[in-house]
């Protein structure tokens, strides 16, 4: 049986690298799985967010880029992960079996935290723990993300061993990372060494899926590149990480090989190649956009989308944490 679960974080504007690295994926696998669920993590945008004005519709708006992006609700769950305690009451259980040592060697944590970690809060340090607890919750097999999770999904494979290990074999299954395509991280256009983020403050530094044409084709005009021609081959790239960046990217949208890519642009400057990309990325994108600028004018659908999706998470989440608490000893 294959359980696909994955999320994203309601911490702004949803941007290519979401789309490439995890959704676009998502769209695809919950054709092949006989149980999907997409959530909206906004117990984890609470670890890094200042204020909580915008999460309500932060979360509406992931929502949107999911339907808009060819999730069916008729085949995958969409809800908030607010709307299903278990989450919480699940990475309490595993936080007592996780050793510090494991969450010390987490790279996401030192990244975000930075210079200030004594003042970094404790659901930052423990949100791969609250990540095991969304994926096992489920029992999910397979678990779609960018390349920057594969580290968090690594502690959930060994979270859910310990927990096998001192409840009972086979409990929890132990589940696949599925880091698909060439998108797999998408960097920032203004630094080919950092991650397209949402919290990244430059704009700039990352295609949104509401962005306009206008602003699509600007963003790709301003993208930081260099001032060599492109070469014939991929690996000729080698050290200029923003060329990089953006030759994967028009592979990715144009589903042709990075080299084949180089081929076309060979010995030319940039500005061609910017302009094929961002007519490709206009002609993905927008569209998106535009579904999700209709989903957002009826909120009252939506919300009824997350509550039937927190539905059947609720009752799934309800039996498996059945399991868990007798697997545990808790009286029932
Ligand atoms: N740049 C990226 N390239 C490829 N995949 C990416 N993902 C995120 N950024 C890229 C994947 O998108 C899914 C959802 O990510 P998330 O929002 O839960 O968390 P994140 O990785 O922290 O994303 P951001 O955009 O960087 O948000 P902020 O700035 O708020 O931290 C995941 O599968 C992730 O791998």
């Known amino acids: 049986m294959q359980r696909v679960l994955s999320g ?3 911490t702004g504007g949803i941007h290519l690298g979401n789309y490439l690295g995890a959704i676009r994926n998502w769209v695809a696998m919950q054709h092949q799985a006989q149980e999907s669920l997409f959530c909206i993590v906004d117990m984890h945008a609470l670890t890094t967010l200042e204020g909580t004005d915008d999460l309500a519709e932060n979360t509406y708006t992931i929502a949107a880029a999911y339907l808009a992006a060819g999730i069916d609700p008729a085949k995958a769950s969409i809800f908030a992960q ?4 278990a989450h919480t009451e699940l990475a309490w259980l595993f936080s007592c079996l996780t050793p510090l040592g494991w969450l010390n060697r987490m790279t996401q944590f030192k990244e975000k ?28 097999t397979h678990v779609p993300v960018g390349e920057d999770q594969k580290q968090h999904l690594e502690l959930a494979r060994d979270i859910a061993g310990a927990f096998n290990r001192r409840f009972g074999e086979g409990l929890l299954p132990i589940p696949e990372p599925m880091i698909l395509g ?13 991650k397209m983020s949402k919290s990244d403050i430059s704009e700039y530094s990352r295609i949104e899926l509401m962005d306009s044409a206008d602003t699509i084709a600007l963003k790709i005009r301003k993208a ?38 180089c081929q076309q642009f060979v010995g030319s400057n940039f500005a061609p190649f910017k302009q094929q990309l961002a007519d490709l990325m206009v002609a993905t994108i927008v569209p998106i956009g535009e579904q999700m600028r209709q989903y957002l004018a009826d909120k009252a659908t939506l919300h009824a989308t997350l509550q039937a999706g927190a539905r059947r998470a609720n009752e799934l989440a309800h039996l498996h944490m059945n399991d868990i608490r007798r697997a545990i000893g808790m009286i029932q």
């Open 224 to 261: 930081k590149t260099d001032m060599e021609p492109l070469p014939e081959k991929f690996s000729d790239l080698e050290g200029r990480p923003e060329a990089q960046n953006l030759v994967n990217i028009f592979a990715t949208l144009a589903e042709i090989t990075p080299d084949a890519v």
């Open 113 to 140: 935290a930075g210079k200030h970690k004594e003042m970094a809060c404790l659901g930052l340090y423990a949100y791969p723990v609250l990540m095991a607890a969304d994926i096992l919750l489920y029992k999910a």
């Open 182 to 194: 060439a998108a797999t991280r998408v960097m920032s256009l203004r630094d080919g060494s950092s």
């Open 82 to 85: 607010s709307h299903v305690p």
């Open 8 to 10: 994203v974080r309601p």
